[in-house]
């Protein structure tokens, strides 16, 4: 592995070109740890359609996606959508927002991490009882589209790193 590489596809710590390769990457189609482009793909990934653990961009998926439309495990964005846990317009299984976008309520992060503050930690929204049965559900289908759509290729991704 080069130190530099500038051009096409050939793999560097430090990777400039429009199919860049490297640790640092960046490119139309950069792939690396972090990959700065249009398609990026990597731990860190900034572009406009971005697939990482970290991923930011107009369209981001991955474990932490932040963007425009985004789909993670944790998603934060205009359109969000999160297995886990979303923040903007969407759904998924609790909701920073509001009780009625999460499956589950509303996530009260502030009182996660500051035993001190006051409220529960899950905020329910105001469905009936079945509701469990319908959050369960729902979580498993977005765990199970979320690995589908960005754990599988992430998951093959980082192995190419």
Known sequence: MQLVAVGDGTPAVVAIGPQAVGVFAAGQEATGFIAVGQLASGVIAVGQLARGVVAIGQL?????????????????????????????????????????????????????????????????GRLPGWRIALATLGTLFLAAAWWKITGEPLRATIREL
């Not at 998603?75 to 297995?83: E, L, S, T």
């Not at 969407?90 to 009780?99: D, Q, R």
Request: net charge neutral; proline share 6%; aromatic share 10%.
């Open 60 to 124: 981001a998926t991955g474990v932490f996606a932040i963007g425009q439309a985004a789909f993670g495990f944790i998603a934060v964005g205009m359109v969000a959508i999160g297995v886990f846990s979303q923040a903007g317009i969407g759904f998924g299984g609790t909701s920073m927002v509001t009780p009625h976008m999460g499956l589950w309520g509303r996530l009260n992060v502030q009182r996660m991490f500051d035993p001190l503050a006051s409220g529960p930690i899950l905020e329910p």
